[in-house]
Every structure is written in C-alpha cells, then in structure tokens.
C-alpha cells in the first residue's frame, strides 16, 4: 500500500506541487507558484511565457512540497501529472519534470486529468482532510479562466461531461470585459468588487442565452453585447478605440455589475437544466477561480436552498489550479485499481 502520493500540475499558469498522506488522508502539502503577474501586461495568459516560467520555478515547487510534508523523495510511492487538457507547452513541463523524478528516484507514475483534479478537490476541507461524507452522484461546475464545464460525478473517478464552452470560458471572459473596461488582470476580483458600489444591479440587462435544453455554454455573446453597448455609450468610438474620457467609475461599475448578472443567471439556468435531467443529484459543486466571486456563490446557494440541493466550494486554496488536486486524484486512480504507466506510455493527451 502507498503512503505518499506526489501531484505535479502544470497546465496554465500555475506551478503547483501536492503531497498526500493516504495513511492520515491529510494533503500534507499544496506548493504553488502563481504567474499572475507574469500575465499581467497582456490581459490573458501569454502560453510561451507560461510554460518557460513553469521550467524555471517547478524544482523550487517540489523543494517547497517535500519541506512542508517534512518527507524526501524516496517516501513518495506515486507520482501523478496533469496530462490533459491544458497548454501543451506548459503540460509538456510538468510531464518531462515527472518523467525525470520518476525515472531518477523509481517511482511509479501515471497521467492524471485536470478535470477530475477540479472534481475531487471538493472533497478536501480547510483543515486539508478528505471528507468522508460526501454524497454521490452530485454535479460539479468546473468554472475558471481555461474551462466552464458541468460534469455529473458518479464517485472519485467516475465522471461524465454533461456540457462545456462553446467559446469563451466564464472567467476568460470576466477578464475581457474588464480589459474593454481598462480594469486590470485577472479581472474577476475587480469585477465583482466594482460590482458592490452600485449595490450589484443589473442596469443592463445583456442577453442572456434562453437555450432550455443543452448544458454547453456559450459567454462570446455577452462579451460582444458588452462592447456594443460601450459604442453605444460612446466609450468606445464607432472603430472601437477606447474614448477614456467617457469612461467613469460608476459606468465601469455599472456594465460590471451588470455583466456579472448575466453569468451568473447563465451558470443558474444550466444547473437548472441539468438537475431536470438528473433528478437524483444530491449537491451542486462549485469549483475553479469564479468560484471565488461571492455574487455568484451566493445567487448559486440560493437557488440551491430552494431546490432542496446542498451547494458546496471547496476551500478558495482548493478551488484554483493547484497540486493537491493531482496527488489527490493520483489517490483515488491508484485506489480504484489503476496502473501505474511506463514512462513510454505516459504523454501528453491534446484534447
Ligand atoms: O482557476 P483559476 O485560478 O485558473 C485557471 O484559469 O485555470 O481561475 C482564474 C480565473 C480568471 O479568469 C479570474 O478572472 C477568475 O478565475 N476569477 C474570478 C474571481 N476570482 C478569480 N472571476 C469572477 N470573480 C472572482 N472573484
Ligand atoms: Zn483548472
């Protein structure tokens, strides 16, 4: 029986290491390195940038892990990676990093999925412990700036994907709507801060998409609804060019705040259609970096309260890109009887 598992992620713009104690069920450690201000200049992440800063910080990553777990690397008795989906150049990193730890050190390895990392990243609690009551099948909403998906998660490594984007993700376009608002990066925390000081109205009411039956999404729309109105208010010229003149705090909260409305009543109207269709969910799980907008959590409660569904986010460390997830996931796949791969075997995934 392994003790220690040791999950890499690399697929975006975060650098992240996890150990977990399968003996305590404890996530000992969750080393990360955020390249938030590397993307900063550019409004989005930059992939060339992602993935050298990835090969730069991910040995100090690993270092930080073993020192906060207190172990070495021969007490790790698995490796995991994220192998798909993600940045290839930034997942390649991670692979050939884990490739190297495993061949040097005899470690068995084996790719690991992103989304399932999301997914059971919900059962760790802010004490870093695996619950044990959580109940199945229940839905989680993958919600960050790379993905908007709603998967129906059957147990730890059973799941299915109802829907995605069909374009933008829901925290890709948070982060356009505040560049079109000359807001900074990554412009969710400022949206939905903006949001507050005209007491999260919806002076706008951006067109929502009124689709009853599908579980993909889709948030282009609103973003260009968003661009068309700031013509229209002449903040932008007819040729887009942004008129900063016109441009005031309470406009930019006001389109802010309306736009936050309308994903959060696209991320409703989806749960409401897949707990139509699943009407033996037991929870809604919100996870990824929107999950950190208390508008949107909030509004997501509610409507759980009164469907009679338990709403659930894991703790915000948990909720973004991190390495915990992976261990955690490495866990369960080896549990569930899954072998480990050989270095051969184990690639890069490009879905
Ligand atoms: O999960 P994450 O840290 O990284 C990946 O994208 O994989 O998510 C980052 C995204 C960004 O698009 C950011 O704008 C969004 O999550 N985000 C938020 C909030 N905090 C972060 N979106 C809305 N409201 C927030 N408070
Ligand atoms: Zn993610």
């Excluded at 992620?9 to 069920?25: M, N, P, W, Y």
């Excluded at 692979?95 to 470690?107: D, R």
């Excluded at 409401?272 to 269709?277: Q, R, S, W």
């Amino acid at each position: 029986m392994i003790r220690y598992f040791l999950g890499i992620e690399t697929s975006c713009d975060e650098t992240g290491i996890g150990i977990f104690d399968a003996e305590q069920k404890l996530m000992l450690s969750n080393a990360l390195f955020s390249q938030v201000k590397l993307h900063e200049e550019f409004g989005g992440v930059m992939p060339e940038i992602s993935s050298r800063s990835h090969l730069e910080k991910i040995g100090i990553v690993l270092q930080q892990a073993l020192d906060e777990a207190n172990i070495t690397l021969s007490d790790i008795g698995g490796i995991g990676v994220t192998n798909r989906p993600g940045l290839f150049g930034s997942l390649l990193v991670g692979i050939c990093f884990a490739k190297g730890l495993s061949y040097s050190n005899n470690i068995p390895i084996m790719g690991i999925n992103h989304n399932q990392g999301h997914i059971v990243a919900a059962l760790l609690n802010q004490e870093n412990q695996l619950r044990n009551d959580q109940n199945y099948p229940f839905l989680c909403l993958s919600v960050s700036g790379g993905h908007t998906s709603i998967f129906l998660v059957n147990s730890p490594t059973n799941f299915e994907l109802l829907g995605e984007t069909l374009d933008d993700a829901a925290g890709e376009a948070f982060d356009k709507v505040a560049k079109l608002l000359n807001l900074g990066y990554p412009g969710g925390p400022i949206i939905e801060k903006l949001a507050k000081t005209v007491e999260n109205k919806d002076f706008f009411k951006y067109p929502r998409n009124k689709d009853r039956s599908s579980l993909n999404f889709s948030f282009s729309g609103i973003k260009t609804a968003v661009l068309y109105d700031l013509v229209k208010k002449g903040i932008y010229s007819k040729d887009f060019i942004l008129q900063t003149q016109n441009l005031t705090p309470q406009i930019q909260g006001e389109v802010a705040s309306s736009f936050q409305w309308a994903v959060t009543e696209i991320l409703l109207n989806k749960i409401n259609i897949a707990i139509k269709k699943f009407p033996n969910i037991k929870s809604i799980v919100l996870v990824g970096g929107v999950a950190c907008n208390k508008f949107i959590t909030e509004k997501l409660n509610l409507f759980c309260l009164q469907s009679g569904i338990t709403f659930q986010s894991p703790p915000i460390k948990f909720c973004t890109d991190n390495g915990a997830m992976i261990a955690l996931s490495t866990y369960f796949e080896y549990l569930s009887g899954k072998n480990f791969q050989s270095l051969e075997e184990l690639d890069l995934i490009k879905i």
